[in-house]
């Protein structure tokens, strides 16, 4: 394994940021790829699954098993990383432009790094980070972007022109659902990768890209991360990056399109009691939480209840919210009536 680290300039003079690259020789005619994790620099379940990952790797590369190229982020983030406010960690969005750090990469007409704004261009370090983050990945076949949620189930965000030829993936990593996705992501990591493939006419077979949401913020387990790098090393295995046994299972969870998703938005602000949980199935008209208004007072509460059946697949992590703010996302088998355009979060 060979490390290097990719300079990005700060924005003003005498900073400068630092991206650590691990990188695997292959030593056969294996696709190759490319790993990341903590685009947002607070959701870290994705680092240490990549250490694990990278134990398993350390070990094939010594037994002359790796095949393709292998790529891999840890920290994709080091800007977001220093982010603190008041002792609150500030990952998901810069600071200083407001924009999700998962949002405004560029959108190329072929999947060439040459296509992307030279050294000498005029612009933020963010920008740059984005730009030298999506050259790594388009030199890839395969790109996984390591995510989180809040409080959640693991899932997993394919685009709708590579399903079902990504499902050994979801044999590899089980998770709670497969959400397919296609039109406008607000330029997140997996849409430049996967839109510069088919503008550039790439045959697809074999391609794979997804951002992959492993539970919640709080799941930092090595448990969860020794079963989520054995995952991840067995999909690997079976798209020929190293040699190793393939996925085993074939998994046969729900598959929705983000139509299909009910976002939960609160109607009023207030304290919140989430009365179901991430796993569990609910009908139409359960109750999913209640959120206190008027503490002591009686009918000081406000219920939320489902608007049709689903699986409890996220929800916030904290007990507050305001009016018309994103608590809790439900997999249905029917669209939403409440569904819009684009991402599902900002």
Known sequence: MDRSWDVIPGDMPGTEWRIPVLRFRGRGNGPPAHL???????ELPGVVTIDALCARLRRAEAAGDIRGDITVVPWANPIGLQQQLHGGWQGRYDLDTRVNFNRDFPLLDRPDPALLPG????LLATTRLKNRLL????????VLDLHCDEVSLLYLYIPTSLWPLMSDLADAMDPGAVLTWDGDGGGAFDEACVVSWLRGGVEL???AVSTVELRGQADIDAELAERDADGLFRFLAGRGVI???PPRRRWSGPVAALDHIEMIRAPVGGAVCFMRAPGDRV???DLLATILVRPGEEGGSVPVRAPQAGLVMSRR??????PGED???????SPSATARSGPLEA
């Open 317 to 322: 992590d904290h007990g507050r919210t305001k």
């Open 283 to 285: 009908e139409a008209g």
């Open 36 to 42: 990341q994790a903590a685009l947002h620099a607070d």
């Open 243 to 245: 040699a190793g046994d």
């Open 135 to 142: 050259a790594l990945a388009l030199q890839s076949d395969i």
């Open 119 to 122: 050294e000498d261009a005029v």
């Open 327 to 333: 608590m809790m996302k439900l997999v249905c088998g």
């Open 205 to 207: 077979a074999g391609k």
